[in-house]
């Protein structure tokens, strides 16, 4: 909103959310990130502490989302949404730096499934990552994809769905990164965070590992 959100937005959202009269935040997962993204993500924080001449540093909540949970539930609302999200491949780029952008090799759905069993195995949602629609789909699908979107996004964004807590310096969060969809609310003051990738396989490993070298 401040960068690219017009003079009516601004006035509209960012005083409350400056007070902290609101709380926003986007669940979502990272589909960007090449074409077979990391199966674990960890956030480290650091610190959060007041900026100088504050008083306190507060939110800043970590959020989750099961995203495989709310694949389910939006099968059951309406089969055709769920087969739309499944079926069409959709852009996905990860852009950050000047100059650079990650694409995947190919299009891939927002709800990637196994092959042979039909059920999810990956979720990529990222609102600020998607690209648009295939434009050999027709105007007719494309109107479908975007009701069943808007449909998973309204599920997605259900406090029912959402696993809200702070996380404290010094405690490390790993979760299912094909599986959970994370974000995190508006904090203020200084905070420090750090986080990393790993294959699924690669980490269960080396806990395996740990575990049978701790007895």
């Known amino acids: 909103i401040l960068k690219f959100g017009s003079e009516k937005l601004k006035r509209q959202h960012l005083p409350p959310i400056v007070r902290g009269e609101i709380r926003w935040c986007q669940g979502y997962s990272e589909p960007g990130a090449g074409s077979d993204p990391a199966g674990l993500q960890s956030f480290h924080l650091l610190e959060h502490k007041p900026a100088p001449g504050e008083t306190e540093a507060v939110g800043g909540e970590s959020l989750l989302v099961d995203g495989f949970k709310v ?3 939006l099968r059951n609302f309406k089969l055709d949404y769920y087969y739309h999200l499944a079926k069409m491949p959709v852009m996905w780029h990860c852009s950050g730096n000047d100059g650079v952008t990650i694409r ?5 759905p927002v709800i990637e499934e196994d092959k042979f069993l039909r059920i999810p195995i990956r979720i990529r949602w990222n609102t ?10 027709s ?8 009701r069943a979107a808007k449909k998973f996004d309204e599920l997605l964004k259900d406090p029912a769905n959402e696993y809200k807590f702070q996380l404290k310096p ?8 094909w599986r959970v969809l994370h974000g995190r609310t508006a904090f203020t003051g200084i905070r420090r965070i750090c986080g990393g990738y790993s294959k699924c396989i690669l980490l269960s490993l080396t806990c395996l590992g740990l575990s049978e070298g701790f007895g």
Request: no cysteine; aromatic share 20%.
């Open 139 to 146: 105007w007719r699908s494309q109107k479908d994809w975007w």
């Open 71 to 73: 694949a389910e539930l």
């Open 104 to 108: 995947p090799y190919k299009l891939f």
């Open 170 to 177: 010094g405690t490390v969060l790993i979760f299912n990164n």
């Open 128 to 137: 600020a990552d998607r690209g648009v629609l295939p434009y050999t789909s």
